[in-house]
């Protein structure tokens, strides 16, 4: 499966084309992406840093699959492509 992330700003162009008020939700896939990236490659300092970075990068990566889910199913229904 292709990631929706990296497609999200020419799906949001397509979304907008349609006439769909829902452009944010591809803005949202995007945005929980970079922080996905961000919580992965964070420094930490020490054991406990390193488990929240990892708790929340696991989080933020459940986030953004349940998004990208949804965008597609936003993408179904506008008959636009990803």
């Known amino acids: 499966m292709i990631r929706i992330a ?3 700003e020419q799906v949001t162009s397509q979304i907008r084309a349609a006439g769909t008020e829902r452009p944010h939700l591809a803005e949202l896939v995007s945005s929980l992406a970079a ?3 961000y919580s992965r490659t964070c420094e930490s ?3 406990e840093d390193a488990r929240l970075h990892n708790h929340l990068y696991q ?3 459940r986030a ?3 998004m990208e889910e949804a965008l597609l199913s936003l ?3 506008e ?3 990803p």
Do not use: M, W
């Open 59 to 61: 989080q933020t990566s």
């Open 79 to 81: 008959q636009i492509d």
């Open 35 to 37: 922080f996905e990236e």
């Open 75 to 77: 993408c179904r229904y």
């Open 6 to 8: 990296v497609l999200s």
């Open 64 to 66: 953004r699959r349940l």
């Open 45 to 47: 300092v020490g054991d």
